[in-house]
C-alpha cells in the first residue's frame, strides 16, 4: 500500500523540514513574503503537503515557494538575478577599459578621429591632382618632342608618362606632412 510507510523507505531519507516553523523560517531567510497565519492556512488547504509526523519535504517547500511572491518583488530566483547582475557589472568594467585603452592609444597617437583622417585624406588628393596637373604642364613640350608627333614613337611616350605617374605616386606616399589651405567660394573671392 502506498499510504503505509515502512521504517527504511526513501522518502525517510528525503531532505526535509522537522515542521512548518522551520519551513516558515526558511522561506522568510529566503526572502519570500510570507506570514505564519498564511503559511497554516495554506497547509490546511493542502497546498503545502505535511508529513503525519510534521516534517515537510524540501521538494513540497520548492514546489510551495513558486507560488509566493518575493521580497524585492515578484522576480524568479534571486540567484539568476545575482549572476545576471554579476555578468552585466562585468560586461560593463570590460567596455570601461576598452574605452580606457582607447583613449590611452589615442593619446599615443595610434589612432586619429575619423574627420582629421577624412581632412587629410582630401588634401593629400588635393596635392596629388595638382602636383599632374603641374607635371603635364611642365613637361607638355618635352613629351611632344619625345615622340616628334609621331604614332611609332607612342611606347616612348607611355614610358615616359608611366616613369612620371611613378614619381608622382612616389611623392604622394610619403610620410611627410603637407600643409593645404582649403578656402570656401566666399573667401576665394
Known amino acids: 500500500m502506498a499510504g503505509n510507510k515502512k521504517k527504511g523507505d526513501t522518502a525517510e531519507h528525503l531532505p526535509s523540514f522537522k515542521s512548518l516553523h522551520q519551513v516558515l523560517k526558511h522561506l522568510k531567510d529566503s526572502g519570500f513574503k510570507i506570514g505564519k497565519t498564511k503559511l497554516y492556512e495554506d497547509a490546511g488547504k493542502g497546498a503545502i503537503r505535511i508529513n503525519p509526523d510534521g516534517s515537510v519535504l524540501e521538494t513540497e517547500v520548492r514546489a510551495y515557494a513558486g507560488t509566493l511572491p518575493r521580497q524585492d518583488g515578484n522576480i524568479q530566483d534571486l540567484n539568476d538575478v545575482h549572476n545576471r547582475k554579476a555578468a552585466k557589472d562585468v560586461e560593463l568594467a570590460d567596455i570601461k ?35 599632374f596637373r603641374y607635371l603635364f ?53
Not at 117 to 131: K, S
Not at 159 to 183: E, G, M
Open 97 to 131: 577599459i576598452r574605452r580606457a585603452q582607447f583613449e590611452l592609444d589615442r593619446e599615443l597617437g595610434r589612432y586619429i578621429p575619423r574627420k582629421e583622417l577624412e581632412q587629410e585624406l582630401a588634401a593629400r588628393a588635393l596635392i596629388f591632382e595638382n602636383g
Open 137 to 189: 604642364t611642365v613637361k607638355a613640350e618635352e613629351w611632344i618632342a619625345l615622340v616628334g608627333g609621331k604614332r611609332e614613337k607612342l611606347p616612348d611616350f607611355m614610358r615616359a608618362l608611366n616613369q612620371a605617374l611613378d614619381a608622382q605616386l612616389s611623392s604622394y606616399a610619403t610620410t611627410r606632412t603637407f600643409q593645404v589651405l582649403i578656402l570656401d567660394e566666399e573667401d576665394s573671392l
